[in-house]
């Protein structure tokens, strides 16, 4: 129906490129890497303590090594652990939903020989000093102790000097859907962090948390280390690690951006989609007036294209976008992705953008949008996920940049973009 209205404009050409990010010179072998981080809990299992793991809906690389590693020092010394599925309300808010979610990173009760208790039902542990209610798994407080597995990185949210790792798993994922709801509308009226800290405090003193394991993964999505995160100390430790995780993150290598393309989004790549850290819109709403926004990058239009599967239908973070695809659309849940919208508060995140059924129908679109003398001079940048930034493609008007960014190597000259009998885009090197 839209065919007499379809731009016909000239799209820019591409050039492939690299971006180099500082990686381990040696990769570090997961399995002695949570043995040695999990010594310290050897003195504080007793034998027969049921332990509960808890682990989350991210897409931290090796989860599924990392889980059987920690399940075999549990029963080493002498424990007798099960799983808690700790990822509020993702998975649609349903123990089903959440076990599936997490046997599709390879975590189920049939290869790790030992239960999954995905209960949904909560517990009111007590009231903040704002007289806010703090919700608490009821599986996870009738063990003899819950250790949380979990990366730590800047949080999609908010900045601070906490983010997203031990304690938002232990206050949100472990909270479920009641807790998650409750810690987000405090966080609406009080602040994020200052309610991150009082939730944690209250659960570390009133429930059987003995600590976490802290990942922390390079820019190129490989672990960089795991540390074990005393309970006592967690606060402060966590403060710590995540200041080198900032450190390790990557980032675009271009600060002005006409349209970014993004390949795909899914809570396995950020809980918002597509992690605002790096394309710098926020979960809440965004503007694309620039000529009030200070911060880099300054992307003016943003397409992304598709769902992942491990994603199981959650699209939220599609609401960061102006356009996308039909098929990405046609690929969400929407009670899925309503549900966890609706309980962190985002709203924005889960708004359907404009679609079309072709990559190159909403690439004209897109470029038809900007204002730009001649839109084969556009700055385009296209990327896999905003997890995966080392290969990339750019268009001709950045070569300049990329040719002075000492981080970026050239991998071709610049050709036409190239898309399928589909209309859609061929995939991405490396990918």
Known sequence: MFSEYQPKLPLPSMFPLKQAFPGRAVPLDLSSAVSNAMEPLQFRIKSGMRIGLAVGSRGISGLSVMVQEVVNQLIAFGAMPVILPAMGSHGGATSEGQASVLASYGVDAQSLGIPIECSMETIAVAD????????????????DGVLVLNRIKPHTDFKGGLGSG?????????????????????????????????????LI???????????????????DQIAFVPVET????????????????????????????????????????????????????FSTDFSLQKDFPRIKRIMVRSLTPDSHGN??????????TSRLVKSMNPKISFVNAVTAMTMNGAKVPIHFEADQEVIQWALSSLVVPDTRQSRVLRIKDTLHLDVM??????????????????????????FDSNGNLMDLGGS
């Open 315 to 324: 699209a939220i973070g599609v609401g960061m976008a102006d356009f996308t």
């Open 234 to 285: 967690a606060i402060e430790d966590e403060g710590r690690l995540l200041a080198k995780a900032k450190d390790l993150m990557p980032r675009l290598p271009f600060d002005d951006l006409d349209l970014l393309i993004v390949d795909r989004i899914g809570k396995d790549i950020s809980g918002s989609g597509m992690d605002p850290n790096i394309v710098g819109r926020g979960v809440h709403g």
């Open 166 to 202: 031990i304690l938002k798993m232990l206050v949100v994922g472990l909270g479920k859907r009641e807790g998650a709801s409750a810690f987000h509308r405090a966080a609406i009226q009080f602040g994020y962090e200052n309610v991150l800290r009082q939730y944690a405090s209250i």
């Open 205 to 223: 003193d009133k429930m059987p948390v003995i600590g976490g394991l802290g990942i922390i993964e390079n820019a190129l999505h490989e672990t």
């Open 393 to 418: 493609e750019a268009s001709e008007h950045l070569l300049h940049d990329a040719r002075s960014n000492p981080q970026v190597t050239l991998e071709g000259g610049p050709a036409v973009m190239e």
């Open 128 to 143: 903040s000093e704002w007289g806010t209610p703090v919700f608490w798994s009821r599986s996870a407080s009738q063990l």
